[in-house]
């Protein structure tokens, strides 16, 4: 039981490239999210997936685009990066039992953008 | 006023001292109540979570909700340098624009455990 999983662990871009971080759990959990961590910022939601098939933008979603693959997979795409997105995502999904509010986080993807 | 304040710190004290942290928060819709720790380059780990007021024990932590002062803290007893990290509180109310619950976190407080 691998719980929340992201591909790469960092990346390096140029402003204008495009890239897409992969996110998987193996928990069987319906709700999945997207946040960036910035320094002074805090956790900062940018898309979420409240089951497969649906996607809703977050607090700060401009630049970005979310695919929910299926039930397992939730991957974020920069279609054009910007220096601005240089920051440390995260991938969460949520309980569907037990503690139904939490959510588990994966480790994370550096991304710099140039 | 931010729905949730936290003070980021950073906090050191001296091995087998008690820490305290805490969190207040404006929206009385927030029902669930949790504690994250998060270690230098990791990603957030889920560390006590508790829907009610009054408290919650789990070996040395307690975690502790005062709905009716929007307060809630997290005591760490007999500390360890283990304990350094980063700890985040995070809220939970169903909104119902989205649909679905959502997390609102705190921006975290570094703490630093001296041996």
């Known amino acids: 039981n691998a719980g929340v999983t992201q591909t790469p662990k960092f990346q390096v871009l140029k402003t204008g490239q495009s890239m897409t971080l992969q996110c998987a759990q193996d928990?069987?959990?319906?709700?999945m999210y997207w946040y960036r961590q910035d320094p002074g910022m805090g956790l900062r939601l940018i898309y979420y997936s409240a089951s497969e098939g649906t996607t809703d933008k977050g607090e700060v979603p401009n630049g970005y685009n979310v695919s929910r693959l299926n039930k397992r997979e939730f991957s974020l795409r920069l279609e054009s990066a910007a220096p601005s997105q240089t920051s440390v995502y995260f991938c969460?999904?949520?309980?569907?039992?037990?503690?139904?509010?939490?959510?588990?986080f994966g480790p994370g993807t550096r991304l710099t953008v140039l | 006023q931010k729905e949730v304040e936290q003070d980021p710190g950073p906090l050191s004290v001296p091995e087998g001292a008690i820490v305290s942290l805490n969190c207040t928060y404006s929206?009385?819709?927030?029902?669930?109540f949790m504690w994250y720790r998060q270690y230098s380059r990791k990603g957030p780990e889920l560390l006590m979570y508790t829907y009610s007021s009054g408290n919650k024990e789990d070996g040395r932590f307690t975690a502790q909700v005062d709905k009716s002062s929007k307060y809630i803290s997290l005591f760490i007893r007999d500390s360890q340098p283990s304990d350094s990290a980063t700890y985040l509180c995070?809220?939970?109310?169903?909104?119902?624009?989205?649909?679905?619950?959502?997390?609102?976190f705190g921006k975290g407080t570094k703490l630093s455990v001296i041996p």
């Open positions: 928990m069987n959990h319906n709700s």
């Open positions: 969460a999904s949520r309980s569907t039992s037990g503690a139904l509010w939490a959510q588990y």
């Open positions: 995070a809220m939970s109310g169903y909104n119902s624009g989205a649909g679905s619950y959502q997390l609102t």
């Open positions: 929206n009385s819709a927030f029902q669930y």
